[in-house]
């Protein structure tokens, strides 16, 4: 018997509500962005992302329903983002799954954010394991074993800023506008290292520190405005992207090696930047590693991977009751 699990993600500035088969086949998925919004502010502000949470999450869930061409009858489990993430905006999520867990009596399963980001890989290839996964978005930068479904060994993660927070704040720097990751990105395949960056934490550990490396672009803007020189955002972006893709890609092959294991997935808003792909992708080929990276829609921030990860957790027996609280920061276990 076929098991639909519908999922909803609220965490942050995305409003997404999905359809899982059998935690590997999309039915449907809705994802409305307030990106535009926030553009406005040069970033997220969660006061607004709640409120327009508040506002879409009915409409989203219906459109999601229509689009599936399926009522609630037909759903097998509610599946919902309970954290990490931005308070305000996790609780209107919630809030949601647990009405409809109530109302429809169904199970309510409990998915952690970063499970969801991982298991987005599955609704592209079945998870192999043992794999070594590399996360990393706006505010996570981590490196996590696992052994089995659902079973989650943290390596190593960013000891203060996180690859794609120093992304922005680099962007910043360079005046590219919000989001600046991707045209970071962008930018980068379009100049030269011509600029003296450190490469950030550059030690035997799995954790990553990119503060330094933000500050060291800060500083060297600075100087150079300070002589009257002009900095070159191109150059400037394939300098600092370089450092990035370097130190990730150094201590992710690490893991691999020294866990003995062939099988690298990549997850995360990050896991769009086409420097880190094209770098990861080449890595593993010489070392003949199984590489899977999910489509950029399944990067970002996505009801999918939170159904694709709810599955397994149902699965599993994972359930919670109508107690459950959102978590602005969480573990991962």
Same mark, same amino acid.
């Given at each position: ?256 090696? &020294?866990? /003995? ?5 990549? %997850? @995360?808003?990050? *896991?769009?930047?086409? !420097?880190? =792909?094209?770098? $990861? ?18 990067? &970002?921030? /996505? ?5 694709? %990860? @709810?599955?397994? *957790?149902?699965?599993? !027996?994972? =359930?919670?009751? $109508? ?11």
């Amino acid at each position: 018997m076929n098991t639909y699990i519908l999922a909803i993600e609220s965490s942050c500035d995305e409003t997404s509500v999905s359809i899982i088969k059998d935690g590997q086949e999309e039915i449907a998925t809705v994802v409305l962005s307030q990106m535009d919004t926030h553009a406005n502010y040069g970033g997220v502000v969660p006061e607004i992302a709640s409120r327009m949470h508040i506002e879409n999450i009915t409409l989203v869930i219906e459109k999601t329903l229509t689009k599936a061409n399926m009522t609630m009858d037909d759903i097998t489990a509610i599946a919902v983002t309970y954290g990490p993430g931005l308070i305000g905006s996790l609780l209107i999520g919630l809030m949601a799954a647990k009405t409809l867990a109530f109302t429809y009596n169904k199970p309510l399963i409990p998915v952690h954010h970063i499970a969801g980001h991982i298991y987005a890989n599955n609704l592209v290839q079945r998870l192999e394991f043992p794999l070594i996964a590399l996360v990393i978005s706006g505010g996570h930068t981590d490196l996590i074993y696992m052994k089995e479904d659902y079973s989650f060994e943290k390596l190593g993660g960013t000891l203060d800023d996180a690859v794609g927070e120093a992304y922005d704040k680099v962007a910043r720097v360079i005046n590219v506008p919000y989001p600046g990751g991707p045209l970071v990105d962008k930018l980068a395949h379009q100049g030269e290292d011509t600029y003296n960056l450190p490469l950030p934490l550059d030690d035997d550990s799995y954790n990553f520190s990119f503060s330094g490396l933000k500050s060291a672009v800060i500083n060297l803007v600075h100087n150079e405005k300070q002589r009257g020189n002009e900095i070159i955002p191109e150059n400037m972006a394939t300098s600092f992207q370089n450092r990035v893709v370097e130190i990730l890609t150094k201590k992710t092959m690490k893991a691999l090696k &020294t866990y /003995n294991v062939k099988n690298l997935i990549v %997850a @995360g808003g990050v *896991a769009a930047n086409k !420097g880190l =792909r094209e770098r $990861l992708t080449k890595e593993c080929e010489e070392n003949n590693i199984n590489l899977i990276i999910p489509e950029i829609k399944y990067c &970002t921030d /996505n009801a999918a991977m939170i159904g694709a %990860a @709810g599955y397994y *957790a149902y699965k599993l !027996g994972r =359930r919670a009751d $109508l107690s459950l609280n959102a978590k602005a920061s969480e573990r991962l276990n």
